[in-house]
C-alpha cells in the first residue's frame, strides 16, 4: 500500500491542518478527520542549505515549502536540480532523514 | 502597577568563552551589582535556552544564587528560546510591578561554544516543528533562507540589501568592545571582487555566511527595582516603559502570509502602546537581525517603515549610525554576537547605556526612547520592550 502523509480536517468547519493540532485554527473546535494530502502542488520557496545537520551525508541539502492543490502548505525535501519560485512540483513519501536507529519517512518533491 | 527603572547593566564580551556557563552569568551579575551599588537583590531570574542540552547543567538560576551568595532570595530559569532574554526582563517587570519585589536581577547566559557548530546549529533546530520541519534537516539558517527568497521575490530586496545590513551592523561592532566579530567588511570583500564567493560563499542560499551571526557565548545582566531605589542609586533614570509579547504558528508555512512577522508587530505594537511611544519617537533600536533580512523586515513590522519599504530606508543611510533611526548600534546579533539566552537582555544592556549617554563613539545624540525586538523561533515568540530616559 503506498504511504501518504494526512491532514488533519476539521469536522466542525472543514479546514485542513498540517501538521495536527489538538484544536482547530479557524474554529477552535477539538475533532478532526484524517485524509491524506495531495502530492501535486506549487513551489513556494525554497533553500539550498550547504551546512546540513550533522547526520547528513550530503553537501547541499534543498528544501522548500510547497502549497499543496488543496491549498495546504508542507515543508519537504526537494529533487530539482534548478528549483524556482511558482514551479509545479509532485511529492512521493520516501525517507528522508536516518538516524542511529531509524529510517524517517517525509515527502519529498521534484519538478513535476 | 508599579513603574519599573533599571538600576544596573552589565555584560561579558560577546565571543568564545572558556569558562564554566555559571561563572558567565556570574561575572555580568557582578558587573551589574556594582553598577547599581547593591549587594542583595530580592529575585533572581536566568534566562537560558540550552545549557541542559549543551552543557548539562539544568537549574542554573540556583547555581547562579549560589556563586554569588544571595541565599535565600528566589530563583527561577526561564526558557523561551532566542528570546528567554526578554521574557526573563518581561518576567522581572511583573514582578516589580505587581508589587511582589522591589528588586530583581535579570541574567540571561549561554555557552554554546562548548559544541561544535553543527551540533550548536542543530540544537536551535531542536526548536522547530519535530515531525513537520525538523525531519527535513532544516535549520533556522534553512528556515531564513527560505524566508529571505520569498521576501527578495515579493519586495525587491537583493542581496546586496542584504549585504548592507552586515556592513553596517559590522561597522557599529567595531566601536563595541563587547561584541563578538571585530572584523571590518566591504561590499567589495564580501559580494563585488572574484575573491567574494570564496569570500563569503552560500550557506542557505540566498543567504551567505555573512548574512548570518556567529555562534557565541555571552552573558548580561539587568537590574529592576522600583522609583524609589532607582533614585537612590543616583544613575539617569531609565524605565522600563513597555513590555509586549505575541505568538504565532510554529510552522511558517501555516502563516497567511509567510513573509509576514505578526508577532514582531504585535509584540512592539504592544510594547509601545503600553509605553504610549509612537514608532516615529524611537531614537535607537535593536532588532533581532540573527540573518541580515530580519532586520530588514522587523524594521517595517514594528512599524518605522512601510512593509516593503526597509530596504529603502536602509540604502538612505536612515538606519546607519548618524542616521535618523539607527538600528542595532550594537553590532546586532550580526556581528555583536547571538549567545540566544543572553540576547534579548544584551539588547537591553545596549539601549539602556545609549539612553543613558554612556556608548561613546557609538552614542547616538539624544537618545531618549529606545526598543528591543527579540525573536523567538522562526518569529513564533516574539517579545519587545520600550526603554524611556526621563
Known amino acids: ?112 | 502597577m508599579r513603574d519599573v527603572y533599571v538600576l544596573g547593566i552589565g555584560i561579558t564580551s560577546f565571543s568564545r568563552l572558556e569558562y564554566p556557563i555559571v561563572e558567565i552569568a556570574a561575572y555580568s551579575s557582578v558587573v551589574a551589582l556594582k553598577d547599581a551599588g547593591l549587594n542583595r537583590v530580592d529575585h533572581v531570574f536566568v534566562a537560558n535556552m540550552g545549557a541542559a542540552r549543551v552543557n548539562h547543567q539544568t537549574a542554573l538560576a540556583s547555581a547562579l544564587v549560589d556563586h554569588l551568595n544571595l541565599m535565600p532570595c528566589g530563583a527561577e530559569t526561564i526558557e523561551n528560546g532566542p528570546a528567554s532574554g526578554a521574557s526573563a526582563i518581561k518576567t522581572g517587570w511583573m514582578a516589580v510591578a505587581s508589587g511582589l519585589h522591589d528588586t530583581v536581577m535579570v541574567t540571561g547566559v549561554e555557552r554554546m561554544r562548548e559544541v561544535n557548530n553543527l551540533e550548536a546549529t542543530d540544537f536551535v533546530a531542536s526548536l522547530t516543528h519535530p515531525y513537520a520541519e525538523q525531519i527535513y534537516g532544516v535549520t533556522l539558517p534553512a528556515m531564513a533562507g527560505m524566508f529571505a527568497r520569498l521576501y527578495m521575490e515579493t519586495y525587491g530586496v537583493t542581496s546586496r540589501h542584504l549585504a548592507m545590513v552586515a556592513i553596517k551592523n559590522h561597522d557599529n561592532a567595531m566601536l563595541n568592545r563587547f561584541a563578538h566579530l571585530h572584523e571590518k567588511i566591504s561590499m567589495e570583500g564580501i559580494l563585488d571582487s572574484n575573491d567574494a564567493m570564496t569570500n563569503n560563499p552560500f550557506v542557505a542560499d540566498p543567504l551567505r555566511f555573512y548574512d548570518l551571526c556567529p555562534v557565541s557565548d555571552g552573558g548580561a545582566t539587568l537590574i529592576l527595582g522600583t522609583a524609589e531605589m532607582a533614585k537612590k542609586i543616583g544613575k539617569p533614570l531609565i524605565r522600563l516603559a513597555g513590555v509586549g509579547q505575541a505568538t504565532d504558528t510554529h510552522c511558517v508555512h501555516e502563516r497567511a502570509n509567510p513573509t509576514d512577522l505578526l508577532a514582531v508587530r504585535g509584540a512592539a505594537g504592544k510594547a509601545m502602546e503600553m509605553a504610549g511611544v509612537k514608532p516615529g519617537e524611537i531614537s535607537v533600536a535593536e532588532l533581532h537581525d540573527a540573518f541580515t533580512i530580519l532586520e530588514i523586515a522587523e524594521s517595517e513590522e514594528v512599524g518605522f517603515f512601510k512593509k516593503g519599504e526597509g530596504h529603502i530606508a536602509l540604502e538612505e543611510g536612515y538606519t546607519e549610525l548618524g542616521g535618523k533611526l539607527p538600528i542595532n548600534t550594537s553590532g546586532g546579533l550580526k556581528a555583536k554576537g547571538h549567545p540566544v539566552g543572553a540576547t534579548g537582555v544584551g539588547q537591553a544592556h545596549e539601549i539602556v547605556t545609549q539612553l543613558r549617554g554612556d556608548a561613546g563613539e557609538r552614542q547616538v545624540k539624544n537618545a531618549s526612547k529606545g526598543l528591543t525586538v527579540n525573536f523567538g523561533g522562526f518569529g513564533n515568540n516574539v517579545v519587545s520592550l520600550v526603554f524611556v530616559r526621563e
Open chain 1, 1 to 112: 500500500m503506498e504511504t501518504r502523509i494526512l491532514g488533519y480536517k476539521c469536522r466542525t468547519c472543514g479546514h485542513v491542518h498540517y501538521p495536527n493540532k489538538a484544536l482547530c485554527m479557524k474554529c477552535g473546535a477539538g475533532d478532526f478527520d484524517t485524509e491524506p494530502l495531495p502530492f501535486n502542488g506549487t513551489l513556494l520557496t525554497y533553500t539550498e542549505l550547504y551546512n546540513p545537520p550533522g547526520d547528513f551525508d550530503v553537501v547541499k541539502l534543498p528544501l522548500g515549502i510547497v502549497e499543496l492543490e488543496n491549498g495546504v502548505r508542507m515543508m519537504g525535501q526537494l529533487e530539482i536540480d534548478h528549483p524556482a519560485i511558482g514551479m509545479a512540483v509532485k511529492g512521493r513519501v520516501d525517507v528522508v532523514r536516518r538516524t542511529k536507529y531509524d529510517k524517517i519517512k517525509g515527502m519529498i518533491f521534484k519538478a513535476a
